[in-house]
């Protein structure tokens, strides 16, 4: 498996936001209890392989978290685009996660807060860090 450039990365983590704050924005007014349960779990995932020092499995669990955004929305055509570039951009982030584990550390207390402003609907503070978080990739 041949290693994704820098250029490419860029044009992907471009194509993710589009994605993730597009169903974000769309879906979080009717998220339901089951929809912020699975969220936290995936959370609570990163969190304990965190602790464990398994920072890859970290990684995709923050990666799934941020699935589960786009999968909340429904729409399928959308959910298959952004599942070929996650499997890109899962590709680049394993061949840089060694030289970026404190980023993951601090990218989970990003997810956490994302988490809150979710659970609280708060609509333009989650967008904010998604779209902050997002820029930080």
Known sequence: MSPISNEVFTELTQIRAAIELYCLEEKIDSYSDKDISDLTASMARAGKYLEGGRDRLAQDSHLDFHYL????????????????NRTKLKRYLRVNI?????RIK????????????????????????????????
């Not at 060694?98 to 404190?102: F, I, L, P, Q």
């Not at 807060?113 to 333009?124: H, M, N």
């Open 106 to 137: 601090v990218r989970h207390q990003s997810h956490k807060q994302i988490l809150e402003a979710i659970r609280r609907k708060d609509k333009a503070e989650a967008l904010r860090l998604l779209r902050s978080t997002l820029r930080k990739t």
């Open 98 to 102: 060694k030289r970026t584990a404190d």
């Open 69 to 84: 955004i786009v999968e909340k929305c429904g729409n399928k055509l959308m959910i298959g685009l952004y599942e070929t």
